[in-house]
């Protein structure tokens, strides 16, 4: 049987093998604000959050109370021992975060697409102890998410940590950020012994989607969960629509079903072990049937060649994608995979076949 990799000593530490919680506001907004959140939650969450600076999309909204916020979280640590975590953009803000003792900062969306600020950031941080976690970039670049981790690693930064917030889209889609799943589990697979953090607030932006969100997380293996919280969320000063109340996040947290990683039974070894040679023996079938459909597309090629056609028809690739949704639909396979799975094949074949006719 395959070993489970072990996460980081620091952060099974932390946690005792739980999903690690961290919960608060997005933003701290008055010294009474932050410490009513914070008492409200200190039995469910593990680390208290709160946005002292706000980086906006535009101008005009609430930007943060700033450095004057951080001496509001230390009353919280003072008063309830929670541990605290806040973002950082700047080597300004990080130096401001460890003269107050913050515990955890993060590097937000809007900063890991610029590697030059995480570069600051990491020259800001070296040499201390504290836990440093990157949230993904806005867009869906996997590389860029790993290059700022790997700049963080390279100041010698050992605590250190993924946070998943989802990704930007043009398109109207469901949630505010779409989560891109096959991303972070891409990450996972590249960094198993690294924390990996959901949060559901950003992706969502909808605080009734929590729950759900929060869930398929768990689902696939995430560490654990950030989640926005205020007592008076509709009156909150940034992002009103994801916050959930203290109430609310103590029901999502007790509704969470945490699912074990293995199961050593012998039943249930023996049945997957059926069930995924059964996967690699179709697996294998669909690579010699691809195999076949690509040569097929050389001798389409040639011919196309011959008689001097286009490489791209159009019409016919139409034909074949509403073809390939409706029998898709048929056979309970949803709309998406079906379109990215033909494209994929589609564009290799087109490929192929501009190698024929154009060789270089």
Known sequence: MTKVNEKALWFKDLTANKPLLIAGPCSAETPQQVLEVAHAIKNTAKIFRAGIWKPRTRPGGFEGVGAIGLKWLQQVKAETGMLLATEVATAEHVNLALAHDIDMLWIGARTTVNPFAVQEIADALKGTNKMVFIKNPVNPDLSLWIGGFERLQNAGIEKLGFIHRGFSSYEKVKYRNNPEWQIPIDLQIRFPEVPLINDPSHITGNRNLIQHVAQKALDL????????????????????????????????????????????EDSYVHQMQLFRTQIDEIDTQILNLLKNRMQIADEIGLLKKAKNVSVLQPERWQEVLVKMRREGKENKLGEVFITSLFKAIHDESITRQDHIINPK
């Open 221 to 264: 293996n995430f560490d654990g969960l950030m989640i926005e919280t205020h007592c008076t969320p509709d009156l909150a000063w940034s992002d009103a629509a994801q916050q959930v109340t203290p109430q609310q996040l103590n029901n999502i947290v007790t509704n969470l079903v945490q699912r074990d990683l293995i199961n050593e």
